[in-house]
């Protein structure tokens, strides 16, 4: 049986930045809504939208390089 180390890595990446984001979102606006109330949560939620957006932004970015990086490779 052979092992894709890649493919395990990219697998537990993406299991960490989901795991992150229903931390921060679920936990993180949980605690706001029982602490400040519905109003003060909802705009804990606006803000984490709004601070997605770079975030966003950047990996599309990266993945766009990647993928013309990987084109114009020579086989």
């Known amino acids: 049986m052979k092992r894709d180390l890649r493919a395990y890595a990219k ?3 993406v299991r960490l930045a989901v795991g992150a984001f229903a931390l921060l979102f679920g936990v993180g606006l949980g605690l706001i809504y029982v602490i400040y109330g519905a109003g003060a ?3 804990g939620a606006l803000c984490l939208l ?3 957006f770079p975030i966003l932004m950047i990996l599309f970015a990266i993945y766009g ?3 013309i990086v990987r ?3 020579p086989k």
Do not use: K, M, P, Y
């Open 71 to 73: 084109r114009a490779r």
């Open 65 to 67: 390089i990647d993928w």
């Open 41 to 43: 949560a909802v705009t």
């Open 50 to 52: 709004g601070s997605l």
């Open 11 to 13: 697998q537990t990446n």
